[in-house]
């Protein structure tokens, strides 16, 4: 069982950035896939980056641009690095892991990103 936890959220103005982590308990590197997901209340949870193993990445247009996802295989930990904020990116951020495009198979609690206008 891997434990997914997610940091780095807060109070932005828009046009700041900001850098979140997703720390695994354990070996990430066992996953094809690793992924950032937001939620805003009353809304479907939105997948918006994913990484696979070898590196290559994959951006909803929502965030094409502005966010960019790596992993750290060796630290065991996922990063989104958000630019260019907007009050629209307000949610909670979840990270994720699995062996589907679109990983699903551990989360983490959130992390809650607020982009004031």
């Known amino acids: 069982q891997v434990q997914l936890v997610e940091s780095g959220g807060g109070l932005v103005q828009a046009g700041g950035s900001l850098r979140l982590s997703c720390a695994a308990s354990g070996s990430i590197f066992s996953f094809n896939t690793m992924g950032w997901y937001r939620q805003v209340p009353g809304k479907a949870r939105e997948a918006i980056a994913r990484v696979a193993r070898a590196g290559d990445t994959y951006y909803t247009d929502s965030v094409k641009g502005r966010f960019t996802i790596d992993r750290d295989n060796a630290k065991n930990t996922v990063y989104l690095q958000m630019n260019s904020l907007k009050p629209e990116d307000t949610a909670v951020y979840y990270c994720?892991?699995?062996?589907?495009?679109?990983?699903?198979?551990?989360w983490g609690q959130g992390t809650q990103v607020t982009v004031s206008s």
């Open positions: 994720a892991a699995g062996n589907s495009w679109w990983p699903t198979d551990y």
